[in-house]
Protein backbone atom coordinates (compact mmCIF):
# COMPACT_ATOMS: atom_id res chain seq x y z
CA UNK A 1 0.00 0.00 0.00
CA UNK A 2 2.57 2.27 0.66
CA UNK A 3 4.74 1.64 -2.46
CA UNK A 4 1.50 2.52 -4.25
CA UNK A 5 0.93 5.54 -2.55
CA UNK A 6 4.65 6.51 -3.33
CA UNK A 7 3.78 5.69 -6.60
CA UNK A 8 1.16 7.81 -6.70
CA UNK A 9 2.95 10.84 -5.18
CA UNK A 10 5.54 10.42 -7.96
CA UNK A 11 3.34 10.07 -10.68
CA UNK A 12 0.73 12.58 -9.80
CA UNK A 13 2.98 15.78 -9.22
CA UNK A 14 0.27 18.48 -9.19
CA UNK A 15 -1.00 17.25 -5.56
CA UNK A 16 2.57 16.72 -3.85
CA UNK A 17 5.02 19.37 -5.05
CA UNK A 18 2.93 22.18 -3.56
CA UNK A 19 2.51 20.61 -0.21
CA UNK A 20 6.42 19.43 -0.29
CA UNK A 21 8.07 22.50 -1.08
CA UNK A 22 5.59 24.63 1.97
CA UNK A 23 7.06 21.89 4.03
CA UNK A 24 10.46 22.07 2.84
CA UNK A 25 10.96 25.53 3.65
CA UNK A 26 8.75 25.98 6.69
CA UNK A 27 11.14 23.15 8.08
CA UNK A 28 14.28 24.87 6.87
CA UNK A 29 13.54 27.96 8.16
CA UNK A 30 12.66 26.35 11.27
CA UNK A 31 15.75 24.07 11.28
CA UNK A 32 18.16 27.14 10.32
CA UNK A 33 16.97 29.62 12.62
CA UNK A 34 17.07 27.29 15.67
CA UNK A 35 20.29 26.20 15.03
CA UNK A 36 21.07 30.03 14.61
CA UNK A 37 19.77 31.09 17.68
CA UNK A 38 21.81 28.42 19.94
CA UNK A 39 25.37 29.28 17.81
CA UNK A 40 24.20 32.74 19.01
CA UNK A 41 23.46 31.68 22.77
CA UNK A 42 26.50 29.76 22.61
CA UNK A 43 28.91 32.28 21.53
CA UNK A 44 27.25 35.07 23.76
CA UNK A 45 28.09 32.85 27.10
CA UNK A 46 31.14 31.81 25.82
CA UNK A 47 32.46 35.60 25.01
CA UNK A 48 31.06 36.60 28.25
CA UNK A 49 32.02 33.43 30.21
CA UNK A 50 35.91 33.88 29.14
CA UNK A 51 35.83 37.80 29.07
CA UNK A 52 34.04 38.71 32.64
CA UNK A 53 32.34 36.11 34.75
CA UNK A 54 33.00 32.34 33.94
CA UNK A 55 31.12 29.54 34.40
CA UNK A 56 30.98 30.41 38.23
CA UNK A 57 32.05 33.68 39.89
CA UNK A 58 33.65 33.53 43.68
CA UNK A 59 34.00 37.14 45.32
CA UNK A 60 33.18 38.61 48.63
CA UNK A 61 29.81 39.23 49.12
CA UNK A 62 30.75 43.28 49.36
CA UNK A 63 32.58 42.87 46.41
CA UNK A 64 29.64 41.70 44.27
CA UNK A 65 27.87 44.40 45.36
CA UNK A 66 29.91 46.90 44.13
CA UNK A 67 31.14 44.75 41.51
CA UNK A 68 30.85 47.70 38.88
CA UNK A 69 33.01 50.19 40.85
CA UNK A 70 36.04 47.23 40.90
CA UNK A 71 36.53 47.64 44.66
CA UNK A 72 39.74 45.76 44.71
CA UNK A 73 39.85 47.01 48.56
CA UNK A 74 36.84 44.45 49.20
CA UNK A 75 39.12 41.86 47.91
CA UNK A 76 39.14 38.09 48.55
CA UNK A 77 41.49 37.03 50.68
CA UNK A 78 43.48 33.53 51.44
CA UNK A 79 43.12 33.00 47.86
CA UNK A 80 45.11 29.40 48.46
CA UNK A 81 42.94 27.89 51.27
CA UNK A 82 39.42 28.83 49.14
CA UNK A 83 40.94 27.47 46.14
CA UNK A 84 42.02 23.92 47.75
CA UNK A 85 38.49 23.77 49.52
CA UNK A 86 37.05 24.78 45.77
CA UNK A 87 39.37 22.49 44.35
CA UNK A 88 38.07 19.40 46.82
CA UNK A 89 34.00 20.54 46.80
CA UNK A 90 34.03 20.81 43.29
CA UNK A 91 36.54 18.81 41.34
CA UNK A 92 34.58 19.06 37.66
CA UNK A 93 35.90 22.47 37.78
CA UNK A 94 39.05 24.60 37.19
CA UNK A 95 39.55 27.99 38.90
CA UNK A 96 41.25 30.53 37.59
CA UNK A 97 42.16 34.01 39.81
CA UNK A 98 42.06 37.58 38.02
CA UNK A 99 42.17 40.79 39.32
CA UNK A 100 40.52 43.73 37.74
CA UNK A 101 41.89 47.31 38.47
CA UNK A 102 41.85 50.83 37.17
CA UNK A 103 44.36 53.02 37.06
CA UNK A 104 46.13 55.92 35.12
CA UNK A 105 49.22 54.65 31.76
CA UNK A 106 51.19 57.63 31.61
CA UNK A 107 53.71 58.23 28.51
CA UNK A 108 57.00 59.62 29.98
CA UNK A 109 59.78 61.04 27.20
CA UNK A 110 63.37 60.53 27.40
CA UNK A 111 63.69 62.75 30.54
CA UNK A 112 60.74 61.76 32.19
CA UNK A 113 58.17 64.31 31.23
CA UNK A 114 54.46 63.10 30.57
CA UNK A 115 53.83 63.44 26.79
CA UNK A 116 50.36 61.79 26.75
CA UNK A 117 48.75 59.73 29.47
CA UNK A 118 45.00 58.09 29.66
CA UNK A 119 42.58 56.16 32.35
CA UNK A 120 42.90 52.17 31.81
CA UNK A 121 41.33 49.12 32.74
CA UNK A 122 43.86 46.60 34.51
CA UNK A 123 43.76 42.51 33.95
CA UNK A 124 45.50 40.67 36.42
CA UNK A 125 45.69 37.26 34.20
CA UNK A 126 47.94 34.33 34.87
CA UNK A 127 50.67 34.94 31.24
CA UNK A 128 53.39 32.42 32.92
CA UNK A 129 51.17 29.77 34.61
CA UNK A 130 50.25 27.73 31.83
CA UNK A 131 48.12 25.06 33.46
CA UNK A 132 45.36 27.92 34.12
CA UNK A 133 44.98 28.33 30.40
CA UNK A 134 44.58 32.17 30.13
CA UNK A 135 46.44 32.82 26.95
CA UNK A 136 43.93 30.49 25.47
CA UNK A 137 41.02 31.19 27.13
CA UNK A 138 41.29 34.90 26.11
CA UNK A 139 42.77 33.92 23.05
CA UNK A 140 45.39 36.12 23.35
CA UNK A 141 47.78 34.91 20.72
CA UNK A 142 45.28 34.63 17.83
CA UNK A 143 43.96 38.46 19.01
CA UNK A 144 47.92 39.75 19.00
CA UNK A 145 48.07 42.54 16.15
CA UNK A 146 52.25 43.48 17.16
CA UNK A 147 54.80 42.41 19.39
CA UNK A 148 54.37 39.65 21.48
CA UNK A 149 52.82 38.06 24.24
CA UNK A 150 54.71 39.35 27.71
CA UNK A 151 57.92 37.34 28.97
CA UNK A 152 58.54 39.24 32.06
CA UNK A 153 56.54 40.39 35.01
CA UNK A 154 57.64 43.78 34.34
CA UNK A 155 55.91 43.21 30.26
CA UNK A 156 52.53 45.19 29.76
CA UNK A 157 50.10 44.16 26.91
CA UNK A 158 47.61 47.02 25.96
CA UNK A 159 44.93 46.87 23.18
CA UNK A 160 45.82 47.87 19.98
CA UNK A 161 43.06 51.28 20.00
CA UNK A 162 44.31 52.11 23.68
CA UNK A 163 47.74 51.96 22.03
CA UNK A 164 46.57 54.24 18.63
CA UNK A 165 45.12 56.54 21.68
CA UNK A 166 48.73 56.67 23.18
CA UNK A 167 50.58 56.92 20.12
CA UNK A 168 53.08 54.06 21.61
CA UNK A 169 54.74 51.19 19.75
CA UNK A 170 55.87 48.05 21.56
CA UNK A 171 59.48 48.05 23.46
CA UNK A 172 58.07 51.37 24.74
CA UNK A 173 58.35 52.41 28.37
CA UNK A 174 55.14 53.24 30.32
CA UNK A 175 54.14 54.65 33.90
CA UNK A 176 51.36 52.99 35.72
CA UNK A 177 49.27 55.34 38.71
CA UNK A 178 46.74 54.18 40.69
CA UNK A 179 46.67 53.10 44.46
CA UNK A 180 46.79 49.66 46.20
CA UNK A 181 44.17 47.62 47.93
CA UNK A 182 44.98 49.38 51.35
CA UNK A 183 44.48 53.07 49.72
CA UNK A 184 48.01 53.63 49.45
CA UNK A 185 49.85 55.03 45.70
CA UNK A 186 51.43 52.88 43.47
CA UNK A 187 54.03 53.78 40.56
CA UNK A 188 55.35 51.07 38.74
CA UNK A 189 57.13 51.49 35.07
CA UNK A 190 56.25 48.91 32.53
CA UNK A 191 57.66 48.00 28.82
CA UNK A 192 55.15 47.55 26.74
CA UNK A 193 55.18 43.97 24.61
CA UNK A 194 52.73 44.07 22.41
CA UNK A 195 49.46 44.97 21.34
CA UNK A 196 45.83 42.79 21.26
CA UNK A 197 42.60 43.18 19.87
CA UNK A 198 39.76 41.62 21.68
CA UNK A 199 36.99 42.26 19.23
CA UNK A 200 34.93 43.48 21.86
CA UNK A 201 34.61 47.37 21.89
CA UNK A 202 33.96 47.40 26.37
CA UNK A 203 37.50 45.81 26.22
CA UNK A 204 39.49 46.86 23.28
CA UNK A 205 38.91 50.63 24.35
CA UNK A 206 40.93 51.06 27.30
CA UNK A 207 42.03 47.37 28.57
CA UNK A 208 46.08 46.65 29.30
CA UNK A 209 46.90 43.30 30.66
CA UNK A 210 49.77 42.00 33.11
CA UNK A 211 50.73 38.85 35.20
CA UNK A 212 48.91 37.74 37.92
CA UNK A 213 51.63 37.50 40.32
CA UNK A 214 52.77 41.15 39.55
CA UNK A 215 49.38 42.90 40.12
CA UNK A 216 49.19 41.03 43.35
CA UNK A 217 52.77 42.51 44.01
CA UNK A 218 52.03 46.19 42.85
CA UNK A 219 48.57 46.23 44.92
CA UNK A 220 49.38 45.11 47.88
CA UNK A 221 46.60 42.10 47.28
CA UNK A 222 49.14 39.27 49.02
CA UNK A 223 47.38 36.17 48.72
CA UNK A 224 44.26 37.51 47.55
CA UNK A 225 42.76 38.20 44.17
CA UNK A 226 39.61 40.29 43.03
CA UNK A 227 37.80 37.46 41.68
CA UNK A 228 38.11 33.77 41.43
CA UNK A 229 36.69 32.42 38.00
CA UNK A 230 35.79 28.67 38.25
CA UNK A 231 35.46 26.45 34.21
CA UNK A 232 33.89 23.42 33.80
CA UNK A 233 36.70 21.03 32.42
CA UNK A 234 34.23 20.24 29.66
CA UNK A 235 34.23 24.13 28.49
CA UNK A 236 30.41 24.59 28.26
CA UNK A 237 28.35 26.30 30.54
CA UNK A 238 25.59 23.67 31.86
CA UNK A 239 23.20 25.79 33.86
CA UNK A 240 21.86 23.25 36.21
CA UNK A 241 25.11 22.15 37.25
CA UNK A 242 26.34 25.66 37.87
CA UNK A 243 23.26 26.70 39.95
CA UNK A 244 23.70 23.44 42.20
CA UNK A 245 27.25 24.30 42.53
CA UNK A 246 26.09 27.86 43.79
CA UNK A 247 23.82 26.64 46.16
CA UNK A 248 25.92 24.44 47.30
CA UNK A 249 28.71 27.02 48.06
CA UNK A 250 26.63 29.47 49.58
CA UNK A 251 24.87 27.23 52.14
CA UNK A 252 28.50 26.54 53.47
CA UNK A 253 28.82 30.16 54.59
CA UNK A 254 24.98 31.40 54.84
CA UNK A 255 25.37 31.76 58.47
CA UNK A 256 28.72 33.32 58.68
CA UNK A 257 29.22 36.69 60.80
CA UNK A 258 32.24 37.29 58.36
CA UNK A 259 31.18 40.58 56.44
CA UNK A 260 33.76 39.63 54.11
CA UNK A 261 32.95 35.96 53.49
CA UNK A 262 33.31 34.39 49.83
CA UNK A 263 30.00 34.53 47.75
CA UNK A 264 29.73 31.77 44.47
CA UNK A 265 27.51 33.58 41.79
CA UNK A 266 26.98 31.73 38.49
CA UNK A 267 26.94 32.73 35.28
CA UNK A 268 22.77 33.04 35.00
CA UNK A 269 23.00 35.46 38.19
CA UNK A 270 25.31 37.83 36.35
CA UNK A 271 25.02 41.11 33.64
CA UNK A 272 21.29 39.88 32.85
CA UNK A 273 22.21 36.66 31.19
CA UNK A 274 19.43 34.32 33.17
CA UNK A 275 17.00 36.04 31.12
CA UNK A 276 18.70 35.66 27.60
CA UNK A 277 19.02 32.05 28.97
CA UNK A 278 15.29 31.60 29.29
CA UNK A 279 14.53 33.25 26.48
CA UNK A 280 16.55 31.41 23.78
CA UNK A 281 15.73 28.20 25.70
CA UNK A 282 11.97 29.21 25.20
CA UNK A 283 12.35 29.66 21.50
CA UNK A 284 13.05 26.66 20.23
CA UNK A 285 9.24 25.49 21.44
CA UNK A 286 7.89 28.50 20.43
CA UNK A 287 9.43 28.36 16.82
CA UNK A 288 8.31 25.45 16.60
CA UNK A 289 4.88 25.67 17.35
CA UNK A 290 4.11 29.13 15.27
CA UNK A 291 5.23 26.81 11.98
CA UNK A 292 2.58 24.32 12.83
CA UNK A 293 -0.18 26.01 13.30
CA UNK A 294 1.00 28.98 9.85
CA UNK A 295 2.10 25.72 8.16
CA UNK A 296 -1.29 23.85 8.75
CA UNK A 297 -3.09 26.58 7.63
CA UNK A 298 -1.53 26.62 4.27
CA UNK A 299 -1.53 23.50 4.21
CA UNK A 300 -5.06 22.84 5.50
CA UNK A 301 -5.98 25.81 2.11
CA UNK A 302 -3.70 23.22 -0.26
CA UNK A 303 -5.18 19.70 1.01
CA UNK A 304 -9.26 21.69 0.00
CA UNK A 305 -7.48 22.79 -3.52
CA UNK A 306 -6.43 19.53 -3.57
CA UNK A 307 -9.62 17.67 -2.13
CA UNK A 308 -11.87 19.20 -4.71
CA UNK A 309 -9.79 18.14 -7.81
CA UNK A 310 -9.63 14.99 -6.28
CA UNK A 311 -13.59 14.31 -5.72
CA UNK A 312 -13.84 12.48 -9.07
CA UNK A 313 -11.23 9.65 -7.38
CA UNK A 314 -12.47 9.53 -4.26
CA UNK A 315 -15.95 9.11 -5.97
CA UNK A 316 -14.93 6.31 -8.15
CA UNK A 317 -13.31 4.62 -4.81
CA UNK A 318 -16.48 5.21 -3.20
CA UNK A 319 -18.43 3.39 -5.88
CA UNK A 320 -16.51 0.48 -5.91
CA UNK A 321 -16.98 -0.02 -2.54
CA UNK A 322 -13.78 1.48 -0.60
CA UNK A 323 -14.78 2.98 2.25
CA UNK A 324 -14.73 6.27 3.67
CA UNK A 325 -12.78 5.46 6.94
CA UNK A 326 -10.48 3.62 3.95
CA UNK A 327 -9.98 6.77 1.74
CA UNK A 328 -9.79 8.67 4.75
CA UNK A 329 -6.87 6.68 6.08
CA UNK A 330 -5.34 6.36 2.88
CA UNK A 331 -5.43 10.36 2.58
CA UNK A 332 -3.65 10.65 5.84
CA UNK A 333 -0.91 7.72 5.20
CA UNK A 334 -0.39 10.04 1.98
CA UNK A 335 0.25 13.25 3.72
CA UNK A 336 2.30 11.64 6.43
CA UNK A 337 4.62 10.60 3.35
CA UNK A 338 4.38 13.63 1.54
CA UNK A 339 5.26 15.61 4.98
CA UNK A 340 8.43 12.94 5.12
CA UNK A 341 9.86 13.92 2.46
CA UNK A 342 9.33 17.83 2.75
CA UNK A 343 11.24 17.16 6.29
CA UNK A 344 13.90 14.96 4.97
CA UNK A 345 14.88 17.95 2.50
CA UNK A 346 14.17 21.36 4.78
CA UNK A 347 16.61 19.45 7.38
CA UNK A 348 19.01 18.55 4.71
CA UNK A 349 19.43 21.95 3.45
CA UNK A 350 18.71 23.33 7.32
CA UNK A 351 21.47 22.26 8.56
CA UNK A 352 23.87 22.44 5.24
CA UNK A 353 22.74 25.90 5.73
CA UNK A 354 23.43 25.82 9.57
CA UNK A 355 27.21 24.18 8.91
CA UNK A 356 28.21 27.04 6.61
CA UNK A 357 27.02 29.91 8.95
CA UNK A 358 28.78 27.72 11.70
CA UNK A 359 32.40 27.62 9.55
CA UNK A 360 32.03 31.14 8.52
CA UNK A 361 29.42 33.66 10.42
CA UNK A 362 28.28 37.00 10.17
CA UNK A 363 30.75 39.83 11.23
CA UNK A 364 28.60 42.68 13.18
CA UNK A 365 32.40 44.36 14.47
CA UNK A 366 31.07 47.89 13.29
CA UNK A 367 28.07 47.60 14.62
CA UNK A 368 29.03 47.13 18.36
CA UNK A 369 31.49 49.96 17.80
CA UNK A 370 29.71 51.96 20.41
CA UNK A 371 28.78 49.01 22.46
CA UNK A 372 29.00 48.75 25.98
CA UNK A 373 27.47 44.97 25.79
CA UNK A 374 29.82 41.95 25.99
CA UNK A 375 28.47 40.41 22.69
CA UNK A 376 30.10 38.01 19.86
CA UNK A 377 31.50 39.88 16.79
CA UNK A 378 30.85 37.43 15.05
CA UNK A 379 27.73 35.81 14.85
CA UNK A 380 27.75 31.94 14.10
CA UNK A 381 25.16 28.87 13.87
CA UNK A 382 25.83 25.44 16.01
CA UNK A 383 24.82 22.17 14.26
CA UNK A 384 24.09 20.04 17.48
CA UNK A 385 22.01 16.32 17.54
CA UNK A 386 18.23 18.00 18.15
CA UNK A 387 18.45 19.45 14.81
CA UNK A 388 18.41 16.59 12.74
CA UNK A 389 15.10 15.27 14.53
CA UNK A 390 13.11 18.99 15.28
CA UNK A 391 12.01 19.93 11.43
CA UNK A 392 10.63 17.20 11.24
CA UNK A 393 8.19 17.84 14.36
CA UNK A 394 6.52 21.06 12.37
CA UNK A 395 7.23 19.02 8.88
CA UNK A 396 4.60 15.95 10.10
CA UNK A 397 2.43 17.39 12.46
CA UNK A 398 1.54 20.51 10.30
CA UNK A 399 0.71 18.18 7.06
CA UNK A 400 -0.55 15.29 8.80
CA UNK A 401 -3.28 18.22 10.69
CA UNK A 402 -3.87 20.28 7.66
CA UNK A 403 -4.92 16.45 5.52
CA UNK A 404 -6.68 15.97 9.10
CA UNK A 405 -9.07 19.41 8.47
CA UNK A 406 -8.90 19.10 4.47
CA UNK A 407 -10.39 15.68 4.38
CA UNK A 408 -13.10 15.60 7.08
CA UNK A 409 -15.19 16.69 3.31
CA UNK A 410 -14.86 13.01 2.34
CA UNK A 411 -17.38 12.35 5.45
CA UNK A 412 -19.56 15.29 4.59
CA UNK A 413 -20.37 14.47 0.82
CA UNK A 414 -22.51 11.06 0.01
CA UNK A 415 -21.51 8.95 -2.78
CA UNK A 416 -24.15 10.31 -4.61
CA UNK A 417 -23.16 13.74 -4.86
CA UNK A 418 -19.90 12.92 -5.37
CA UNK A 419 -21.21 11.27 -8.67
CA UNK A 420 -23.62 14.17 -9.75
CA UNK A 421 -21.58 16.78 -9.11
CA UNK A 422 -18.19 15.48 -11.30
CA UNK A 423 -20.60 13.54 -13.63
CA UNK A 424 -18.82 10.46 -12.76
Not at 54 to 68: A, I, L, Q, R, S
Not at 350 to 368: F, K, N, P, R, V
Not at 374 to 392: E, H, M, Q, W
Amino acid sequence: MIKFIIKGILRDRSKSIIPICVISLGVFITVFMTGFVKGVLSEMLTTNANLDTGHVKVMTKPYYENKDQIPIDLALLELSSITQDLVSKFPDISWVPRIKFGGILDVPDASGETIIQGPGLGLGINLFDTSKGEIERLSLKKSLISGSIPKEPNEILLSHDFSKKLNIKPGREVTFFGSTMEGSMVFETFIMSGTIRFGNPVLDRSTFIIDFTMAQKILDMGDGTGELLGYFKTNFYEDSKALKAEYAFNETYKKSEDEFAPLMVSLRNQNDLGTTIDLVGSFGSIFVSIFVIAMSMVLWNTGLIGGLRRYQEFGIRLAIGESKNHVYFLLLLESFIIGLIGSFIGTFFGILSCYYMQETGIDIQDALSNSAVIFPTVLKAKVTNDLFLIGFIPGLLAMFFGSSLAGRGIFKRSTARLFKELEV
